[in-house]
């Protein structure tokens, strides 16, 4: 038996209709599986169509599970598995806010310019920066910043999409 934990991030085409994400989370709550991060935007106005990027973990054996449970589900329309179908891009941006004063002051801004992060509140006492990039990127810039002065953490989730011509 293969307990190998894999990383997967999944698109998937919805209808736009009310339920359809409670549908889904009860599909992932149900078995037991968990969700590490959850995006859901409408695709066009005029399309009627919501685009889900959900992360999650598992054996190779509950990421198959999921994968034949999403394409099952009635509003669905398509799912692709990113991470299996080749190069994907995949972007998270999070807003972090720090306090300090002095060199912890000092040391937050270096740290920032190193991550390319940007300042979008600075207060004498604190910053909010924001970061864009994966999530092992923002992971690491939140735990230098933790030692400093890290007050609050907002994360968007993980958007993604399959490098090259085809979509979803």
């Keep these: 038996m293969n307990d ?3 990383r997967h991030t999944f698109g998937v085409l919805v209808d736009d209709e009310p339920g359809v994400l409670a549908r889904v989370i009860g599909l992932f709550s149900g078995r037991g599986y968990n969700i590490e991060s959850l995006t859901v935007a ?9 685009r889900i990027t959900l992360v999650t973990s598992g054996s190779p054996m509950e990421i198959e599970q999921i994968e034949a449970q999403l394409n099952r589900l009635i509003p669905t329309r398509m799912v692709r598995n990113l991470t299996r179908s080749g190069p994907a891009v995949q972007r998270e941006l999070a807003l972090i806010k720090v306090q300090g004063t002095g060199m912890n002051r000092i040391e937050a801004m270096r740290i920032s310019e190193v991550f390319r992060s940007r300042i979008v509140d600075s207060k004498t006492d604190s910053f909010i920066f924001e970061i864009t990039g994966n999530s092992d990127k923002i992971n690491a810039f939140i735990e230098l910043m933790q030692p400093i002065g890290l007050v609050e953490i907002a994360r968007t989730g993980v958007a993604a999409l399959s490098r090259g011509s085809k979509g979803i």
């Design 4 to 6: 190998l934990v894999e």
């Design 42 to 50: 409408q695709v066009e106005p005029d399309s009627n169509l919501s």
